[in-house]
């Protein structure tokens, strides 16, 4: 499943590097997850909505409705 946080991360002007440096991850990471090549951890993911100040599911892409 691809993650949709790339829109999230560029609005709140972050770099790959830097996500991976607050999450504690590496860049090689972070663009993984950007692709949909892996998908990161649930600790990992819930630490990225916050950092984006989005939900889960926005990153998902799931709708609430």
């Known amino acids: 499943m691809k993650i949709k946080f790339k829109e999230f991360r560029e609005k709140r002007d972050l770099s790959q590097e830097e996500v991976a440096k607050i999450l504690g991850v590496n860049r ?7 692709t949909g090549a892996n998908n990161p951890r649930l600790d990992k993911l ?12 926005d990153l998902l892409g799931v709708n609430s409705k």
């Open 46 to 57: 819930v630490e990225l909505a916050k950092l984006l100040r989005c939900t889960v599911d």
């Open 28 to 34: 090689a990471a972070v663009a993984k997850w950007e």
